[in-house]
C-alpha cells in the first residue's frame, strides 16, 4: 500500500469517509503474495493516526476501533482480510474487536487470502544491538522467520533506534528483508571502527529495552512537543509493536552503557568536590561559579541520563548546552559565562573514569565548543527582558526556568507596595506570603460573602500552577489565554473544573485536556 492512501484523519471531520478510503486503498491486500507485505502494509495505514490528539476521546479508540466497526459492517473480502491484520497488529482492545468480527466474517464464507493463516505467525531467530562507545544511543536488531516457511522464505529484520540523550525514546524504526547483509554490515562497521561495538543479546532483553523505549516515546513530552522521532516512526509502530510482543518476556530492560549505581544527594556532592580539586578543574578562574556549574551537569546526567553523570558525549553536552540549561535552570551572569569551561573540564575529568578514548575526548570537547558558539543566543536569560533579578530568585527558588511563566501568571503582584504592604518583601514560595498576595488579588471584591471559600480556592490554583501538578493545568490556562479570556475570568474556569472533578486526577487530567484542545474555531 502505498503512502498516497495515508490520509491524515484531521484533514475531515467526518470518520466514515476516512475508513472508506482506507478500506478502499485495503484491496490492495487481496494482492500481496506474502503475510509480511501485509503486516507491513496495514502498519503503514494504521500509522496515519499515531501521536494524533483529538478532542473527542483517544485516536486508538475512536480511529482504530471505529476502523474495526466500518470493516465489519463492510463484509467484503478487503473488509476481512484488514481485519485479520488487525487482529495481530492492532492494540489490545482492536485486536479483540478484528478477531471477533473476521470471524463471523469467515463463518459467512467471505473469501480470504492464502496466506491469512499465516500472519503474525513469527518467530525470533536472532536479537543484536549495536552500541556507540559514547553510550549516546542503541540500534536494536531483531531478526525473524515465519513458522513453517522455507528456510529464508519472508525472513526479515525490526531495526529500531534507541535514543538515551532524548529520554531513551525509540526515535527510528524500519523493516528490512537483506538479513545476512544487514548484520554483516554491522558487524564490518562496527570492526572498522573502534566508537562501534555490535553483539549478540538475548531474545527477552531485547523485548524488555525495546518495549520500555516504546513506552518512552509515547510518554514523551507534551501536546505541544511532540516525541522527535523519524518521519518513518509512525508508518512501523504497529509492526513493531506486534513482533516485540513476539519476543520472549523475562527480563528487566539491560542497563544503559556507563550505567552505574544511583548517585544519592551526598555521593552527588562528593562527585563534585572530587572534579573541583581536580587538575582538570584547576584553570577554572571562578570557583564559586564553577562549584554551581558542576552541580547542574551532575544533576544533569543523574536526572536526565538514566544515572550517568560521569558519561559525556558531543551529543549530550550539546542538548545539555541548548536545550537543558535554557529550558530548566537560572543561571546567574558568572554562571552563563563559566559552564562551558565547566563542561569542558568535566569532560576531560570524567573521560579517564568512562574509558573514553582520546578521539572520543576530542569530538567532545569539539562539540562542546561549536555549542558554545550557540550559547549566548539559545540561552535568554529573563533579566534581559527587563525583569528584576531580585523578582526573578524569588519566582525560581528552586532555579527551575521552565516555571516561570505560570508563576507569574499566578502570582502578577510582586513589586511596590499596597497599602502599608510591601510586596518585594512577600516571598510567593511560603504559604502565609501566599494569601496576603491573594487577598490583594482580590482586593476589588471586599463583600464577597464567600470570600473565604473562594480565596481557598484561588491558592489551591496558585499552588498547583506554582509546583506544575498537573502539567495539564497551565496548558489549559494558556489556551484560554489565547481565547481572549483574561487572566482572572482563566483562574475561574481552572477553580470550576478543580471544584467539579475533586481528587481524581486522572479525570482532572482528562478535563484540562479538553480545554487544552479546543480549535481556535469550531468544526464545521
Known amino acids: 500500500m502505498s503512502r498516497r492512501h495515508r490520509r491524515d484523519p484531521r484533514e475531515t471531520h467526518a470518520p466514515d469517509e476516512v475508513f472508506s478510503e482506507m478500506l478502499l486503498a485495503a484491496r490492495e491486500l487481496l494482492a500481496v503474495s506474502s503475510p509480511l507485505d501485509a503486516e507491513l502494509m496495514v502498519s503503514d495505514m494504521v500509522g496515519a493516526w499515531w501521536g494524533r490528539r483529538l478532542r473527542r476521546g483517544d485516536a486508538e479508540q475512536v480511529l482504530g476501533e471505529g476502523l474495526v466497526d ?6 467484503s473480502p478487503a473488509a476481512l482480510t484488514l481485519l485479520i491484520a488487525l487482529a495481530y497488529l492492532g492494540t489490545a482492545r482492536q485486536a ?20 491469512a493463516d499465516r500472519l503474525g505467525a513469527v518467530k525470533p531467530t536472532g536479537c543484536y544491538v549495536s552500541r556507540d562507545a559514547y553510550g549516546d544511543q542503541d540500534t536494536v536488531v531483531c531478526t525473524f522467520g515465519y513458522r513453517g516457511a522455507d528456510s529464508g522464505e519472508d525472513r526479515h529484520a525490526l531495526v529500531m533506534v534507541v535514543d538515551y540523550n532524548m529520554r531513551g525514546i525509540a526515535r527510528d524504526a524500519w523493516v528490512s528483508s537483506h538479513v545476512d547483509k544487514l548484520l554483516e554490515q554491522a558487524r564490518a562497521e ?13 531474545p527477552q532483553q531485547a523485548r524488555a529495552l525495546l518495549e520500555s523505549a516504546m513506552k518512552a516515546t509515547a510518554e514523551y513530552g507534551d501536546r505541544k512537543t511532540a516525541a522527535p522521532v523519524s518521519d518513518s516512526y509512525s508508518a512501523y509502530h504497529a509492526f513493531a509493536r506486534s513482533r516485540i510482543k513476539a519476543l520472549p518476556p523475562g527480563r528487566k530492560r539491560p542497563a544503559p552503557l556507563h550505567s552505574e549505581a544511583p ?4 555521593r552527588r556532592a562528593m562527585l563534585a568536590a572530587e572534579f573541583l580539586s581536580s587538575d582538570a578543574a584547576e584553570h577554572l578562574s571562578d570557583p564559586s561559579a564553577a562549584s ?27 542538548t545539555f548546552l541548548l536545550d537543558w540549561l535554557p529550558r530548566k535552570v537560572m543561571l546567574s551572569p558568572a554562571e552563563q559565562e563559566a559552564v562551558p569551561y565547566v563542561l569542558s573540564a568535566w569532560a576531560r575529568f570524567t573521560a579517564p573514569r568512562t574509558g573514553l578514548s ?10 562542546i565548543w561549536e555549542a558554545t558558539a550557540r550559547f549566548p543566543e539559545t540561552y535568554r536569560d529573563p533579566t534581559t527582558f527587563g525583569l528584576d533579578r531580585g523578582l526573578v530568585e524569588r519566582l525560581l527558588p528552586d532555579g527551575d526556568l521552565s516555571a516561570l511563566a505560570r508563576r507569574v501568571f499566578a502570582f502578577p503582584f510582586l513589586q511596590g507596595e499596597h497599602g502599608e504592604v510591601k510586596l518585594d518583601l512577600l516571598n510567593p514560595a511560603d504559604e502565609g506570603d501566599r494569601r496576603i498576595l491573594l487577598e490583594i488579588d482580590h482586593a476589588g471584591e471586599p463583600g464577597r460573602f464567600d470570600r473565604d471559600e473562594h480565596l481557598a480556592w484561588h491558592e489551591e490554583i496558585a499552588a498547583r500552577l506554582w509546583e506544575g501538578d498537573p502539567p495539564q493545568l497551565w496548558e489549559a490556562a494558556q489556551r484560554l489565554l489565547d481565547l481572549g479570556h483574561d487572566r482572572h475570568e482563566v483562574l475561574h474556569v481552572l477553580i470550576e473544573i478543580a471544584e467539579r472533578i475533586g481528587d481524581d486526577p486522572e479525570e482532572l487530567a482528562t478535563a484540562l485536556d479538553d480545554i487544552a484542545d479546543i480549535p481556535d474555531e469550531p468544526p464545521l
Open 190 to 202: 562496527a570492526e572498522a571502527n573502534p566508537m562501534l561495538r555490535f553483539e549478540e543479546i538475548e
Open 70 to 75: 466500518y470493516a465489519a459492517k463492510a463484509g
Open 96 to 115: 479483540a474487536k478484528a478477531e471477533g468480527a473476521a470471524l463471523a466474517l469467515i463463518e459467512r464464507d467471505v473469501a480470504r487470502p492464502r496466506w
Open 263 to 266: 548517585y544519592s544527594r551526598d
Open 292 to 318: 554551581r556549574c558542576a552541580d547542574h551537569i551532575i544533576d544533569y546526567g543523574c536526572d536526565q541520563d538514566f544515572g550517568r553523570p560521569l558519561r559525556v558525549s558531543p551529543t549530550k553536552c550539546e
Open 358 to 367: 582520546e578521539e572520543g575526548l576530542r569530538a567532545t570537547l569539539d562539540g
